[in-house]
């Protein structure tokens, strides 16, 4: 039995969640874009000065470049995901929705894990704002692994063998 069966959320609002899992494949995706592009202009000598912004506290010279390299490479991997989970959903293989799933979970463990040291080591008004600003964004995408956990268990569920056992 699936967790949710319709999906909404500020940015769209979908009363299957087969074409949610469509929306958000497209979200992580054009995200990923984003966050690969920012990455990019942080690591050619942009501002990351912000707390709330992802190289925040990062040598140009030195930790930037591996921090920015490994975020480049974890959002090229997240598109590849996002590509597999849109053929996993059209041709009803379930093992295609895995990678994403595992992703979007790292993902969420990280939005977590920098708003807590956000929280921790820098306990402003203003950073505080900014936690729950990407608590809530991380909030979001736990609700959209959720929708596309419930659609891996409804194909599970279609894919599965009903035996009816008849005794004379």
Known sequence: ??????CWSPCFYHLNVRSATF???FYTAM??????????YVMAGGDSSQP????????????????????????VVFIICSVL?????????????????????????????????LLIDYYILWNSFAVICIWLWMCFNVYCLICVYSQYKIVTEMQSRHIELLYP
Do not use: D
């Open 23 to 25: 929306a958000i494949a």
């Open 31 to 40: 995200f990923s874009i984003v966050a690969i592009s920012h990455t990019c």
């Open 52 to 75: 709330y912004l992802p190289l925040y506290e990062t040598n140009l010279s030195t930790s930037t470049q591996s921090a920015g390299t490994f975020m480049i490479f974890y959002f």
């Open 85 to 117: 989970l849109v053929q996993g959903v059209r041709k009803e293989y379930r093992g295609l929705f895995f990678p994403w799933m595992i992703t979007m979970l790292l993902l969420c463990l990280f939005m977590a894990g920098y708003g807590l040291w």
């Open 1 to 6: 039995m699936p967790t949710v069966s319709t």
